[in-house]
């Protein structure tokens, strides 16, 4: 494929990624059990640290990062308790059912999709129920709803038996996320959103409360038994074969994001949300999520002038080649996504916007 013909991804995930990244998977490959694997997963981790902010453990596994919601409902939820998921879009919703599917109980507090949760939703609720988890999409990827972690870990903080659990899987490396500070118990994400990165990587925070609360679960699974993929790390290694070409990509991503600094990197997204959000004004089109909710790294874009989307989507594709979202689920359509993440430049967006504008004007 030739660099004229080659069609960047303007999506909520997979994301474009840098050819240099991509070329850093063609290394020679190692053995897993080899001392160089090591060490790669040791330098891995002091930067995953650094960029979750977080003292804690950081699991890599080969999965995306449903595997990890997995994990968390099969680890981090006793079978005689249960478990409160936050639910306002497709993701969330699917977390939930997991949970469900894995044998767990649950409660669930259900918002219109496009609405966020306040601190003082989950606050009543803590109140009226015990607990042993608060499961939180931090940044929902179907609506570009950004909910407030930071001010939900300030409550569940206050319930020393509930663990905090969040999805970060759009917001890592997009949105500030503080794992420490924030008082996160489990940070799950993966690779191919904000850290532009191809698919297959899933990381996870692990805090010693999460540990000690796995240890109460006899049946945890196998491939995420959360102390048998410890035991593994304190060797710097995992338990089942990793995707070691994707990890050495992901070693130099790392080191270009620290590079850049996670408050620039932040602040980038912002820029781009500001951008967008002026540009939906612009064209006279509406937000999905609600003010004061919406996301620095996605978004959604309701269609209140019956654009044609498919159509839109055809014509930045074969004009343009941007390859865009055309809306997720229940709300495609009524809705399209504005994927601002990962390393997309301001120029590029500027780019992709433009060309939106030629379509619309020819409406």
Known sequence: MTEESHIRLVLPGPVEVRREILEAQTAWMIGHRQPAFAQLYAQMQTKLQQTFLTEGKVFVVASSGTGFWEGAS?????????????????FSERWAKISQANGK?????????????SAEMVADALK????????VVHNET??????????IGEVV??????????????????????????????????SQKAFAL???????????????????????????????????????????TPPISLMVAADKQLDDILTEGLEGRWARHEQMRQITAEWVEEQELGFYAEAGYRSP?????????????????????NEKHFAIDKGYGKIKGD??????????TIETLQEVLAGLSDFLGKG
């Open 74 to 90: 099969r680890n981090c939820i006793r079978d005689d308790r249960k478990a409160l998921h936050l639910v306002s879009g497709a």
């Open 105 to 117: 109980q649950i409660d669930v507090i259900e918002l219109d999709w496009g609405q966020g949760f």
């Open 128 to 135: 009226k129920d015990r607990y042993d988890a608060l499961c």
């Open 142 to 151: 179907s609506t570009g709803v950004l909910n407030p972690i930071q001010a």
């Open 157 to 190: 903080a206050e319930y020393d038996e509930t663990l905090y659990l969040v999805d970060t899987v759009s917001g890592y490396l997009g949105a500030e996320l503080r794992v420490d500070d924030w008082q996160v118990d489990l940070a799950l994400t993966s």
């Open 198 to 240: 191809p698919p297959g990587l899933a990381a996870c925070t692990i805090n010693e409360a999460v540990l000690e609360r796995a240890k109460q679960i006899e049946h945890r699974g196998y491939y995420f038994d959360f102390l048998n993929l410890d035991k593994y790390h304190g060797r710097d290694n995992t338990p089942s």
């Open 297 to 317: 790294t996605i978004t959604a874009v309701a269609n209140t002038r019956g654009v044609d989307v498919p159509a839109m989507a055809d014509f930045m594709l």
């Open 335 to 344: 809705t399209f996504r504005i994927a601002h993440m990962g390393d997309m």
